[in-house]
């Protein structure tokens, strides 16, 4: 991150000038926001577009982590019935 403090851009659109909002970019290599405490981080605290950010990164996590452990899950299941002598237990 750029040391404080960090610059600021004037935007020249009517909204931002009437408004006075300045744009902070932050480098593509510098940016990281991939956990779920990060996204209800931003979630919480962020507000219009960054809100909808988070509730899609949070959409992905939880697609993600559900998708895998049912496909590692059925994987699984196959490998054990195509070995000979195999038995599940019940948990």
Same mark, same amino acid.
């Given at each position: #991150?750029? %040391?404080?403090?960090?610059?600021?851009? $004037?935007?020249?659109?009517? @909204?931002?000038?009437?408004?006075?909002? =300045? *744009? @902070? #970019? /932050?480098? *593509?290599? %510098?940016? %990281?926001?991939?956990?779920?405490? $990060?996204? =209800?981080?931003? &979630?919480?605290?962020? !507000?219009?577009?960054?809100?909808?950010? +988070?509730?899609?990164?949070?959409?992905? @996590?939880? +697609?993600? #982590?559900?998708?895998?452990?049912? /496909?590692?899950?059925?994987? &699984?299941?196959?490998? =054990?019935?195509?070995?000979?002598? +195999?038995? !599940?237990?019940?948990?």
């Amino acid at each position: #991150m750029p %040391e404080p403090p960090v610059p600021a851009l $004037d935007c020249n659109c009517s @909204i931002c000038r009437m408004t006075g909002f =300045l *744009h @902070i #970019m /932050v480098p *593509h290599n %510098e940016f %990281e926001l991939v956990t779920g405490r $990060d996204a =209800l981080s931003a &979630y919480q605290f962020g !507000t219009g577009a960054v809100k909808g950010f +988070a509730v899609t990164l949070i959409a992905g @996590i939880s +697609a993600s #982590m559900l998708t895998s452990i049912f /496909v590692v899950k059925t994987f &699984y299941l196959l490998w =054990l019935n195509r070995t000979r002598g +195999a038995q !599940t237990l019940s948990i």
